[in-house]
Nanobody, 123 residues
Framework: QVQLVESGGGLVQAGGSLRLSCAASRRYAMGWFRQAPGKEREFVAAISRSGRKTLYAESVKGRFTISRDNANNTVYLQMNSLKPEDTAVYYC????????????????????WGQGTQVTVSS
């Protein structure tokens, strides 16, 4: 059974940083999504199984960095220059596609989801 375990959320002031982690039971193409209260879930970032290809939402480009440690099947989301509008529950998701450099921003292609971790940015 696939397990995705997220950690690293919390409360931070605007302009601060947080790093989210997502530990998986095996190597997958991975994505991060977020959902704020009263809003639809939205794509944040994605990384291929190889780690060579990444995708970002326009709203986080230049501030967030997705990376992975394939030795430990862990994906990270480094979030810098956080803004109040980044406040949301952040979810990691896994896609079992086997193509090494495949990534996607579409939530529907991800088969497995973590439990979510709250990120709150105060102004």
């Amino acid at each position: 059974q696939v397990q995705l375990v997220e950690s690293g959320g919390g409360l931070v002031q605007a302009g601060g940083s947080l790093r989210l982690s997502c530990a998986a039971s095996r190597r997958y193409a991975m994505g991060w999504f977020r959902q704020a209260p009263g809003k639809e879930r939205e794509f944040v970032a994605a990384i291929s199984r190889s780690g060579r290809k990444t995708l970002y939402a326009e709203s986080v480009k230049g501030r967030f960095t997705i990376s992975r440690d394939n030795a430990n099947n862990t994906v990270y989301l480094q979030m810098n220059s956080l803004k109040p509008e980044d406040t949301a529950v952040y979810y990691c998701a896994a896609d079992s596609a086997t193509i090494a450099d495949y990534t996607s921003s579409r939530s529907g292609v991800y088969e497995y989801w973590g439990q979510g971790t709250q990120v709150t940015v105060s102004s």
